[in-house]
């Protein structure tokens, strides 16, 4: 029986999140998102070949033999790997530079190929592109708050250089957060990137612990008897 889309929606966003339940995908993660930016432009181009990788695995399924499945989903999304990066070579050349050898890694993230292997290739087209956009969408959520959260200690900003994604229109975009900020240099680094994480999924699994737990509720009949 297919999976509702009420259950892909949910664990694409929260459930099963790439970044917060699987932890895949990290070394980008972790990487890029240093601003709020780059974060963004990394989640978007992961949820677009999310999207078209397990929209063409789920085509196909029945068309290519077990023993070469593999072999052809990586086809797959290598190719789109591909066209992502050089129409962002081509239209985003700017954000390009900066994000640098993490697009073309992208075909090397365990959660696309994970994705396409365990759930587009045993579901229906529709299901599966739902699956790709929204753990994209949930992937990107994660690089967006990361970002956001180690631009604004690091720098003390939010949305700089939003120009290199949105052009010139976007320079008056950039939040000044705190004047001559001296800077948090942890935030930036490498180890800062851990920190966050770890933090925001402390933060996810105290929500997911209090929703969890039964909501006990003793009417006023109950209440009186007891007092009696």
């Known amino acids: 029986m297919f999976k509702r889309y009420s259950g892909i929606t949910g664990d694409g966003l929260w459930h099963n999140n790439i970044g917060f339940v699987q932890l895949l995908g ?6 890029v998102s240093s601003t709020v930016i780059n974060g963004l432009g990394l989640g978007l181009a992961t949820t677009l070949i999310l999207f078209a990788s ?33 129409a962002m070579n ?5 954000l390009h530079k900066v994000l640098g050898i993490f697009i073309p890694l992208i075909v090397t993230n365990c959660a696309i190929l994970g994705r396409a292997e365990a759930f587009a290739s045993r579901t229906t087209i529709d299901r599966a592109a739902l699956d ?12 967006v708050l990361l970002g956001g959260m180690r ?43 851990f920190i966050g994480l770890g933090l925001m999924i ?13 909501v006990v509720s003793i009417s006023v009949g109950e209440l009186s008897k007891e007092n009696a």
């Open 132 to 143: 790709g956009l929204m753990m994209g969408i949930g992937f990107t959520l994660v690089l």
């Open 202 to 214: 402390v933060v996810k699994n105290i929500i997911d612990d209090k929703l969890a737990r039964p």
């Open 151 to 193: 631009e604004a200690l690091g720098q003390g900003t939010l949305f700089a250089d939003a120009h290199l994604m949105f052009g010139p229109v976007a320079e008056s975009w950039k939040i000044v957060l705190i004047e001559q900020y001296r800077g948090f240099l942890l935030a930036i680094l490498p180890p800062g990137a």
């Open 26 to 31: 990290l070394c980008p993660l972790l990487a």
């Open 54 to 86: 397990n929209l063409s695995v789920s085509a196909i399924r029945n068309l290519v033999r077990q023993e070469i499945r593999i072999p052809a989903f990586m086809l797959i999304i290598a190719s789109f790997v591909t066209a992502i990066d050089l």
């Open 90 to 94: 081509a239209w985003l050349y700017d």
